[in-house]
């Protein structure tokens, strides 16, 4: 008998995990979000989908972020929340061009099947958000990141209260670019609330991963690191002896030249300096400014600031998805072109989509709040379960060094930075891809060959980084 009720449980449990993995959600309201498995535009079947919109606020269905949410493929007790960047850009890039369960090539025309979906891995949820971006509907209200980060949470609550079967799994944010901005203060925002109102709205946050992201003042991610990238890179970015001389020497005139010898250390010396050139009204020292114009004028308005390297350079210009380093995103793009693409993933078709809005995200133009560097990501670091900060070498938006003294000044588990040097070597299918190194929780990953956006250029690298942040893999694996 007891072998029988052995039995009886393990075929229960199956059963349940059948019913799981095939997305059948109990609640009648999940079912009008459904997806067709054909949509237009997409020459294949797609498994089940859930779209539409979800009000940020009980009271108020005028103002809604749309989503698309991609049940996982798999048995999994993890979902994962993609957090684009802009400030306005659409999660449609991300799920188009980097981690969804198709692929909207840069320089294609043509949608094909991705086999680095993060849905082979875990529930994954894109959002159109701030209200203003993308798909979304409604008027801006919001100035900072506390109002942003107030209404995800409003999204989260009516999202868990549809799809009840997914309450309670393991919540991960994956932040790209000012998305990782969003992430830290989202993260805040939900550690800050009473255990009991998170587990009542399903919400069970356990860490989160960046990618490339805006952590910190723009001197440190950028223009402190910069003129170190430009000596490294000067064929691809096509810079002159003459430039590197003058750009070297104003480096050194004004104290940045051995900054990152000096202050980029393990473990940390110290907090980092703030080097008072970037604090005097009289001289505006922007050496990343220098070298992207002079770079720019060089390679052509063809230049990509996401990815450096030359076989890139035209990506920008052939975006299905409508971006334009020219012209801004132009609603001359695949998902208003397509005809009843929209209707088919529960949009409102009277909508113009642009891949980065042109309008607003927040009241006053800016996002009021300062990056997420200091006590507030010290915080999240220290009550995260797991957090992985990434950053793809070819990035010249944002620069890696930048990232590395981010968290070389951040504190956590009662150290400063990470102790040791990054130095243990990635490997994706047996071969060479960047470097991974964690401590006290906190995880960083360096790509080789990757750009600004990592799951775009190494997508099955960043499929095994995401299987290690939710934790269906080891550290160690990592480096096998």
Known sequence: MLVLSRIAAVLGLVLAVIKFTNATFANPKAAEYKVPKRVPGIPFALN??????????????????????????????NTILWLQGGPGCSGLQGAFQETGPFTLAYNSSTVVKNPHSWSSV???????Q?????????????????????????????????????????LWLAGESFGGKYAFYLADAIYNRPAAVN???????????????TLGDARLLSDIPSVAFAKAHHRDLKLSKAFLVNVTKDARKYGIYDYMDKHLTYPPSGPLPRPAIFD?????????????????TRVGPS????????????????????????????????????????????????????????QKVFRYKV?????????????????????????????????????RMILQNATWG????????????????????????????VAYIEYNSAGHQIPTYQPAAALKAIKYLIGDIGLQDLGK
């Open 122 to 128: 875990a529930n994954l949820i894109y959002v159109d």
């Open 303 to 358: 230049f990509n600031l996401y990815n450096i390297m030359p076989k890139f350079s035209w990506w920008p210009f052939t975006d299905p998805l409508g971006q334009s380093p020219t012209d801004g995103h132009s609603a001359d793009n695949f998902v208003n072109k397509v005809k009843g693409f929209k209707a088919a993933i529960n949009a409102d078709p009277s909508i113009t989509y642009y891949a980065c809005t042109r």
């Open 199 to 213: 587990a009542a709205a399903g919400i069970n946050l356990q860490g989160l991963a960046t990618i490339d992201a």
């Open 48 to 77: 089940d989908s859930y779209a539409g919109y979800v009000p940020v606020a009980k009271n108020d269905s005028s103002r809604a972020i749309y989503f698309w949410m991609f049940p996982a493929e798999k048995p999994t007790r």
């Open 130 to 170: 701030p209200i203003g971006t993308g798909l979304s509907k409604g008027s801006t209200r919001i100035k900072d990141e506390t109002g942003l980060s107030g209404e995800l949470i409003g999204f989260l609550e009516g999202f868990f209260s549809v799809f009840t079967e997914l309450k309670g799994t393991s």
């Open 414 to 441: 009662g150290q400063q930075g990470f102790q040791s040097r990054p130095n243990q070597q990635l490997l994706v299918n047996g071969k060479p891809g960047g470097i991974f190194h964690s401590e006290r929780k």
């Open 280 to 296: 005097s009204g009289d001289i505006d020292y922007q050496p990343w400014s220098d070298i992207y114009g002079e770079a720019q």
């Open 367 to 403: 996002d009021l709040s300062a990056p997420p560097a200091g006590p507030l990501m010290n915080s999240v670091l220290e009550r995260n379960q797991r957090t992985l900060i990434q950053h793809g070498l070819l990035d010249f938006l944002y620069l890696a060094n930048g990232t």
